[in-house]
């Protein structure tokens, strides 16, 4: 596994690579359950290009054989929502609450995506999941990954602020029977998954920084009232691999022009005790 150059988290940053601002009376729909040391682990450029666009290759194979779902992970929040009209971008929930506009009316992620499970690609993105699980002193117990997801956006396509997973019993994944159970995130039909919660997430930046505008990974590492909003260049660097947990608030802003292209694996375990 290449390990090049990792950097921690925030304090590493240069005052001009981190966007940091303080909002009085700013509130976020999600909390951060844990107050950890480092909040997020980078490799940057890791993985090398022609791998990279070997699994673009891959994941578009997919999409053109029909395989591919357009922003269907968003759930209910998705674009496919024909009830949501506007686009939540950058703005949080609670700011279009403060606003005295409707949630209801705002769609958070417009993007398409495809399903990876190949056996080479979880070869080669989990020693990172291990390694930062050891290196950044979380020592989580984790059993399990879940699917790979490739994601391409494009045409002001983003996913706006959100968390992967819950840190408690309540966001336990629960057996998904069609028909009976709602049709939303949280239910999952495969058995190994039942009760387990996500615990570590993992991205890889696919594509050259250059070669589109927008798209930028922000992570929120906000604490105490003061917001702590993280972006770097070598986010957008093509192979660079990013850990965080997975109940860390994170965005991917409109992307303008180009495309840019990721991968995203969740890895799974007991809910904390």
């Not at 290759?57 to 674009?79: M, Q, W």
Request: proline share 3%; hydrophobic share 30%; charged share 25%.
């Amino acid at each position: 596994m290449n390990t090049k150059r990792p950097f921690l988290c925030i304090y590493k940053l240069t005052k001009n690579q981190a966007d940091a601002s303080i909002i009085d009376n700013w509130y976020f729909k999600y909390c951060v359950g844990m107050n950890l040391e480092h909040n997020f682990w980078v490799f940057e450029e890791a993985i090398p290009a022609n791998i990279c666009d070997k699994i673009i290759l891959t994941g578009e194979s997919e999409i053109r054989n029909g395989k591919g779902l357009s922003a269907t992970t968003g759930g209910n929040c998705s674009i496919n929502n024909g009830n949501r009209k506007k686009p939540l971008n950058e703005k949080t929930f609670a700011e279009i609450s403060d606003a005295g506009e409707n949630e209801e009316d705002y769609y958070i992620r417009d993007s398409e995506i495809a399903w990876l499970s190949h056996k080479w690609l979880y070869d080669l993105i989990t020693p990172y999941v291990f390694s930062t699980n050891e290196n950044a002193g979380w020592h989580w117990d984790i059993d399990l990954f879940e699917d790979i997801q490739y994601t391409k956006y494009e045409n002001s396509g983003f996913y706006g602020w959100h968390n992967d997973g819950g840190s408690d019993h309540h966001a336990k994944y629960k057996r998904k029977i069609y028909g009976v159970t709602p049709d939303e995130d949280g239910y999952i039909r495969f058995d190994n998954h039942i009760g387990k919660v996500r615990k570590i997430s993992i991205t890889v930046n696919l594509s050259d920084g250059d070669s589109y505008v927008g798209g930028d990974l922000k992570l929120d590492n906000s604490t105490d009232g003061i917001r702590n909003v993280v972006t770097n260049d070598a986010f957008r660097k093509k192979g660079t691999v990013i850990v965080f947990p997975s109940f860390l608030p994170h965005c991917v802003t409109p992307v303008t022009e180009g495309v840019r292209r990721s991968l995203v694996m969740w890895s799974l375990g007991n809910p904390w005790k």
